[in-house]
C-alpha cells in the first residue's frame, strides 16, 4: 500500500508518465522515492518507544516530489521532557532521541546542576533542505525528518543554558553540561555536530541517523 501510495504520489507530481515503461527498462524519473521503509522494523521502533515510557504518535507517510520525505515517522507526545518546534521525527530517530532526553539529559543536569531539565528548544526536525543549507549539496538529513536540531535547555531552577553561549562561555558548569550531553549523543547517534564541527552549529546540537558515525 506505501508502494502504491508513493507512486500515486509521484503521478500526482508528474513525475513519472503513466504509461509502464518496456520490461526491463526503468521509467525515467526525476527524483528517486526514498528507500521503502520495513514495517516490521517500524513497528518494533514503536513498542521499543513504548517500553521506553515515551508517547508517540504514528504518523502517514509523506513523500515529496522534491526528493524530501517523512516515512516510519512519528510525532512525539512525551518523551519525559518537552521539546518545542519539533514536527515529524522517524522512528529510527525518535528512539535514541527519546533515550537520549530522558536518560542522558537529566543525568547531566543532576550531576552538574542538582536540578532538573523542564524544557529543551529545538531547531526543528523536519525541513526540506540541503546540506548545510547550500545549493547542489546532496539532501540533508533533516530532508528526511532524519536529524534534529537542539539549542537550548530550561533548567528547574528557572536557568537557560544555550549551546550559543554556554559551549564556550564563562559559566565551566554549562560547558561541562553541554560536554555531557554531546559525548552521550554520540553513543546513541550516528552522526552529532556541535560548535566544534563548524561554525553554522555554533548555536545548536545536530543528531541524525545518517550514515555515520562521525563525532564532532
Ligand atoms: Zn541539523
Redesign the pocket.
Known amino acids: 500500500m506505501r508502494r502504491l501510495a508513493i507512486l500515486l504520489t509521484l503521478l500526482a507530481a508528474g513525475c513519472i508518465p503513466p504509461a509502464r515503461p518496456p520490461a526491463g527498462r526503468r521509467a525515467p524519473v526525476r527524483t528517486l522515492p526514498p528507500p521503502a521503509e520495513d514495517p516490521a522494523a517500524y513497528r518494533q521502533c514503536l513498542a521499543d518507544l513504548s517500553a521506553l515510557g515515551a508517547k508517540v504518535e504514528p504518523l502517514p507517510d509523506r513523500v515529496f516530489p522534491n526528493g524530501c520525505s517523512a516515512t516510519a515517522s512519528v510525532k512525539l507526545v512525551a518523551i519525559g521532557i518537552p521539546v518545542t518546534n519539533l514536527g515529524a521525527v522517524k522512528c529510527g530517530l525518535a528512539r535514541p532521541f527519546a533515550a537520549w532526553v530522558s536518560r542522558d539529559v537529566q543525568a547531566a543536569a543532576r550531576a552538574r546542576f542538582g536540578t532538573y531539565v523542564a524544557k529543551m528548544e529545538s ?1 526543528g526536525s523536519f525541513a526540506c533542505r540541503p546540506v548545510n543549507n547550500v545549493a547542489g549539496n546532496r539532501l ?1 538529513e ?1 530532508g528526511r525528518a532524519n ?3 537542539i539549542a537550548a535547555f530550561q533548567l528547574g531552577d528557572g536557568r537557560r543554558i544555550t549551546v550559543l553561549d554556554g559551549w564556550n562561555g564563562a559559566d565551566g558548569k554549562a560547558r561541562a553540561f553541554l560536554r555531557d550531553l554531546h559525548i552521550a549523543a554520540c553513543r546513541r547517534f550516528n552522526v552529532v ?1 556541535g560548535p566544534d564541527a563548524n561554525a553554522l552549529h555554533r548555536d ?1 546540537l ?1 543528531f ?1 541517523m545518517g550514515s555515520g558515525p562521525y563525532c564532532r
Open positions: 531547531f540533508s533533516h536529524a534534529v536540531d555536530l545548536h545536530h541524525d
